[in-house]
């Protein structure tokens, strides 16, 4: 069974300002699969971590809604949080519910909360049907394909040469040079190209 934990973000006044964080966190308390809906000033801060840390171990959750800012600034925190309390990193979900609605929807204070709660809602329901995942590493060969032997091909081929891996120079034509051989002579010097 699944069991969310939505956690709404202040963002100081840069979301409460404008979302109204309180019946954002009441309407998800009505969502399926939400046990446990809260709002708090910075989730972010060590005691809105530690927030989290404490509801999940109390409300035996193991799925995770955070609505704040943007996920590319404060996913791997909450990663770290939910990892911490034992919980697999990947069963977060975010809304980013600062820049999409409170940002721009500012003179709009009820649209801002309606699309809160509509993108707490698709999060919700997202993260029902996470599964906990393990980073898996790959073993590499280190070694370059290049594809074309003119110049720039073999120029591209002698740095990677020279950065110490193994390189592949590959080319449809017999012979290298691409269209360097076509010419009688070649600036500054007017070498003969041939």
């Known amino acids: 069974?699944?069991?969310?934990?939505?956690?709404?973000?202040?963002?100081?006044?840069?979301?409460?300002?404008?979302?109204?964080?309180?019946?954002v966190a009441e309407a998800a308390r009505s969502f399926p699969g939400v046990v446990f809906a809260t709002d708090y000033q910075y989730m972010c801060s060590d005691p809105g971590q530690e927030l989290i840390r404490k509801t999940i171990k109390e409300q035996r959750l193991n799925r995770v809604v955070v609505a704040s800012c943007t996920p590319r600034l404060h996913e791997p925190t909450f990663r770290k949080t939910l990892e911490s309390a034992g919980l697999n990193p990947y069963l977060l979900e975010m809304a980013n519910i600062r820049e999409q609605c409170a940002w721009v929807h500012a003179k709009d204070k009820e649209g801002a909360t309606i699309k809160a709660i509509e993108l707490v809602r698709v999060a919700v329901?997202?993260?029902?049907?996470?599964?906990?995942?393990?980073?898996?590493?790959?073993p590499i060969t280190k070694r370059a394909l290049v594809i074309g032997a003119g110049i720039a091909g073999m120029q591209a081929a002698l740095d990677i040469a020279d950065a110490g891996y193994e390189v592949v120079l590959l080319d449809r034509e017999p012979t290298i040079g691409g269209n360097m051989v076509k010419l009688d002579k070649t600036f500054p010097t007017l070498d003969c190209s041939a």
Do not use: E, Q
């Not at 069974?1 to 019946?23: E, L, P, Q, Y």
């Not at 329901?125 to 906990?132: G, I, T």
């Open 125 to 138: 329901a997202k993260a029902c049907l996470n599964a906990p995942l393990k980073p898996s590493t790959i």
């Open 1 to 23: 069974m699944k069991r969310v934990g939505v956690f709404v973000c202040h963002c100081g006044t840069n979301i409460a300002s404008v979302v109204d964080v309180k019946r």
